[in-house]
């Protein structure tokens, strides 16, 4: 069996290559790719182009309050878009 794509919160899978429509992350406007982080045209990890917005969960965003990795940077203690509070 294969394993379904990941969805992103979206509702389009990481792998569809469309811009996320995700447009904020704790309450600042995300940041878009850049043509950094997609050195080969698109981002390795959430396949969109330079100037779209990633995928939540994708290893190259940027977090807009601080400028981490925003997968890993602790500004809301761990859990990207975690709106439970
Ligand atoms: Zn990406
Ligand atoms: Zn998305
Ligand atoms: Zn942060």
């Not at 569809?16 to 995700?22: E, F, K, M, N, P």
């Not at 917005?53 to 761990?78: F, K, N, W, Y």
């Amino acid at each position: 069996m294969m394993k379904p794509p990941v969805i992103c919160q979206c509702g389009q899978p990481m792998e569809s290559g469309l811009a996320c429509t995700i447009l904020q992350m704790r309450g600042e406007s995300r940041l878009p790719c850049t043509p950094a982080e997609a050195p080969y045209g698109y981002c390795h990890d959430c396949l969109v182009q330079p100037g779209q917005l990633h995928h939540v969960g994708c290893d190259m965003e940027r977090c807009p309050v601080c400028g981490d990795q925003a997968i890993s940077c602790d500004c809301t203690g761990g859990e990207i878009g975690g709106n439970l509070s």
